[in-house]
Structures are given as structure tokens and as C-alpha cells.
């Protein structure tokens, strides 16, 4: 498989090669049968979408990333206003 970005620059790293296999493997490779770019765009937007909201992700706690962001900033923001709260 080619390389996302080249060497040292910011897409020279495991995160985005990792994001983009799974992507080719889930989506491009598996559905396939493409009749142009607009199926593969439209395709690729509800992949994304499932992706971020729907599929279980194990190092979020297999929960999806849109359920472990709106916690941490829950959690960020009850910890910004118990120190507020604190320093009254």
C-alpha cells in the first residue's frame, strides 16, 4: 500500500495510514462496483458518518467517538466549574 503523506511531513504517521486501510478495506474494496466519483463521495460521507457515530470503537471503550467526545468535554466542563466553584 502507498504511504499517505511523504516522509517527515504530517501525514507521515500510523493514525492516518491505519485510518486508511480500514477505509479502503471497509468501504472501497468491499462494496465496490463504483459507477463514477460521485457514488464513492457519497459513499465515503456515510461511511465517515457511521464511522464517528455508530461503529464501536475499542479504544474508546467500545463505545462510538461521538459518545467519547461528548464525555470528555462533559467531563472537562464539570471539572472547570468545580474549580471555579472552588476558587469563590
Excluded at 462494496?31 to 475499542?58: K, P
Excluded at 463505545?63 to 472537562?76: G, L, N, T, V
Aim: aromatic fraction near 14%.
Amino acid at each position: 500500500m502507498r504511504s499517505v503523506g511523504s516522509k517527515g511531513d504530517s501525514y507521515d504517521n500510523a493514525a492516518a495510514e491505519s485510518l486508511n486501510s480500514l477505509y479502503k478495506k471497509e468501504l472501497i474494496d468491499f462494496r465496490g462496483g463504483w459507477r463514477g466519483v460521485t457514488d464513492v463521495m457519497l459513499e465515503t460521507m456515510e461511511w465517515v458518518a457511521w464511522y464517528n457515530e455508530t461503529r464501536l470503537h475499542s479504544f474508546c471503550g467500545s463505545i462510538p467517538p461521538r459518545e467519547y467526545e461528548d464525555a470528555f468535554y462533559k467531563a472537562q466542563e464539570f471539572a472547570t466549574s468545580f474549580v471555579s466553584s472552588q476558587e469563590s
